[in-house]
């Protein structure tokens, strides 16, 4: 299983990094669910993934190339900014 065009275990410090990062729990669920495409539920893994198209190029033109994970502080700082837009 991938995740863009990266095995799900590298991105496991984006994972640790939200997870030590109570007050940004609420927005990455959040923003998790508004990634996924509609009827997520239907396709195997049963898992609300962000389309492999869609998280592919977002990651190109974030690090300039294919097969990289995002760095965690890199999401931490997005979840951030979603929360403090959505206040």
């Known amino acids: 299983m991938s995740l ?22 609420v927005t990455a669920l959040r923003q998790t669910v508004r990634l996924a495409p509609r009827g997520w539920w239907h396709r195997w893994p049963l898992l609300p993934l962000p389309d492999h198209d869609y998280l592919r190029f977002r990651l190109q033109t974030m690090y300039g190339g294919e097969g990289r994970a995002p760095n965690p502080s890199d999401v931490i700082a997005y979840l951030s900014w979603c929360k403090r837009e959505a206040n």
């Open 4 to 25: 863009g065009d990266q095995p799900l275990r590298q991105w496991l410090p984006v994972v640790f990094a939200v997870a030590r990062t109570p007050q940004l729990w």
